[in-house]
């Protein structure tokens, strides 16, 4: 057994050597550009692109006509949001997303919501402009805006009825489990919604989101339904007939393909309509501009007909190791917390905290497995993971996550060789635990009044 | 992030992990710091009646640096007085240890947590001797 051990597949995934072999011609000999319609090398990249953009669409059951290539799901959450948004202004400028989304989409919806609330901002310097008949500062605005009654203003409210630059974003919160309730999506969409992004699979606790119910609702409200289904692909089924989708971002690196390359599926019937947001020569279809990545396409082609031949036998295997992990760790370790839905969940996820521990800790003392932990000690903020707290995790059991992510090339000996190690990791850590002690003690740690700092 | 050789040393080889007799009259303990913020440390002291840290323990939940900066004070203050203990600031503590910008907050853990021991070992004094006492004993 090789060491260090990778079981981080959320985050990305080693390319797949039959993808690797596919991809090799396009970096020399049919190096051309796919562009190119008026010599041969142009026409073999073409018609590579063309082939593995059906191997991509068969992926998620979809047409070859309906893949946009891009750089990756954050290019494509980004394009799918902001596209939908700037086509269909006229209908509306609300977005309906959830608190656990990945922050390709949340920082998106945020920066739309900045942008009008600008855009308001603007609008206001100019009515206290007219209201006193002299220049007005953003410095002035705050007490300008309370002394002229702005609240009340009816000129202002038209205007602002008009602003049709940026969104505004319902963020729902999750079950406990981490499902999306419906009965609140329903509520939430209005007859200024314009688009419900919620994601297949969260690539933190891997719960898998009813995407058929959803896309569904989506369709009776008549609202368009985008999903990012970058952790889920290749994992569990999906397809945009039967889940209803209209947009969905897919990425090559979680599926064993290259980093850099991914699309978004836009829906032909009923039709899809997006704007750009990279401007240049026209490519996919006015949707993408910029030279296609055709080695990366071509690999992106390859892992997605390798995703979809094995899938089933895939998700087979790694829900066994998934459970072996499960039951090793809790059969040698008391006071494990479980994150998010036990059944609605990728076979390959474990999102465990093992209480009075903290994570990053436990992360240093098994170096040698390649996991990852909602612990975040290492961002400035000093915040947990924010999907952990989205689901109502407390903030000392989110600092004490692990994520565990199985993927292709995990094996039975890794598992084991890992239960091993944490078993040893987290007993040692608990025994320096003052925490563990405490609760031992039969000590409420809620009871105490721990200094913030 | 990679950690330096002195935290991983730490971390690995951790010094003084344990628990000392809070009960103990001679024992000042502190507990500083929060579950929520992902990291507690309790330091505990034994200090003979002179004033002298005679021994020094530690348990704490929290990441590889504030153990590391836990493990690194208890050496650093057994045998000191106490009144040499307290001046141990934070920056030393992340000097030794070369801590990152994001991980200084453990270093300062590890001044409060000498600190509050001590003044736990102190406020139990007065108690027992009476405030004027305390003060004329522990110089």
């Known amino acids: 057994m090789k060491l260090p051990i990778y079981m981080d597949y959320h985050a990305t995934t080693p390319m797949d050597p039959r993808v690797l072999e596919a991809m090799e011609p396009y970096f020399h000999d049919d190096f051309g550009n796919a562009a190119s319609r008026n010599h041969a090398f142009g026409w073999k990249a073409e018609a590579a692109v063309e082939k593995a953009r059906k191997q991509v669409a068969a992926l998620i059951g979809a047409s070859d006509k309906e893949i946009v290539f891009t750089s990756g799901a954050t290019e494509s959450d980004n394009l799918a949001i902001k596209g939908v948004l700037e086509f269909y202004r006229e209908k509306g400028d609300h977005l309906v997303t959830l608190q656990t989304e990945h922050k390709a989409v949340l920082d998106t919806c945020k920066r739309l919501e900045r942008q009008r609330q600008e855009r308001i901002d603007e609008l206001k310097l100019m009515r206290l402009m007219e209201l006193t008949g002299r220049d007005v500062s953003g410095e002035e605005l705050a007490a300008l805006e309370i002394k002229h009654e702005l609240e009340k203003d009816e000129v202002l409210k038209r205007w602002i009825g008009a602003v049709r630059t940026g969104a505004r974003v319902t963020y729902l919160k999750p079950k406990k489990d981490g499902l999306v309730d419906l009965a609140e999506l329903e509520a939430a969409i209005t007859d200024k919604t314009v688009l419900v992004s919620i994601m297949l699979a969260n690539n933190e606790v891997g719960v898998v989101q009813p995407v058929a119910e959803i896309g569904a609702l989506c369709r009776k409200k008549g609202v368009l339904f985008h999903t990012d289904a970058v952790q889920g692909l290749g994992k569990v089924p999906f397809d945009v007939e039967s889940s209803k989708v209209d947009l969905v971002s897919i990425t090559a690196h979680k599926m064993y393909g290259p980093k850099g390359v991914g699309a978004l599926y836009v829906r032909r019937k009923p039709r899809v309509r997006l704007a750009p947001i990279i401007d240049g020569g026209g490519h996919e279809r006015g949707m993408r501009s910029g030279t296609l990545n055709v080695a990366g396409i071509v690999g992106f082609g390859k892992a997605a007909e390798l995703a979809k031949a094995e899938l089933e036998a895939e998700a087979k295997r790694l829900l066994a190791l998934r459970e072996r992990l499960w039951k090793g760790l809790s059969a040698k370790l008391d006071m494990l917390h479980l994150n998010g839905s036990m059944e609605h969940r990728l076979p390959g996820n474990l999102n465990v905290s093992f209480a009075y521990v903290e994570g990053e800790a436990l992360m240093m003392a098994i170096k040698d497995v390649a996991v990852s932990s909602g612990s975040a000690c290492t961002s400035a903020s000093l915040e947990p993971s924010y999907v952990l707290r989205a689901l109502g995790i407390d903030e000392d059991l989110a600092h004490s996550s692990i994520r565990f992510g199985l993927g292709r090339f995990t094996t039975e000996e890794e598992v084991d060789f890992v239960i091993d190690l944490m078993v040893k990791a987290v007993t040692r850590l608990r025994e320096m635990s003052p925490l563990y002690e405490m609760a031992r003690e039969g000590i409420d740690l809620k009871s105490i009044h721990w200094a913030a700092h | ?139």
């Open chain 2, 1 to 139: 992030m990679a950690y330096t050789d002195k935290v991983i040393e730490h971390f690995e080889h951790s010094r003084n992990v344990g628990t000392l007799d809070k009960d103990d009259p001679n024992v000042g303990t502190g507990l500083v710091g929060a579950p929520a913020c992902g990291d507690v440390m309790r330091l505990q002291l034994k200090i003979t009646d002179d004033g002298t840290i005679q021994d020094a323990k530690f348990k704490t939940f929290g990441c590889g640096s504030a153990i590391a900066s836990s493990s690194l004070v208890t050496e650093w203050v057994k045998g000191k007085s106490i009144e040499d203990a307290v001046k141990i600031t934070n920056k030393e503590i992340a000097k030794e240890l070369s801590l990152p910008p994001v991980k200084i907050h453990c270093s300062v853990l590890a001044e409060d947590a000498i600190k509050a021991a001590i003044k736990d070992f102190q406020e139990k004094r007065a108690k027992r001797l009476g405030p004027a006492a305390a003060a004329s004993e522990t110089r």
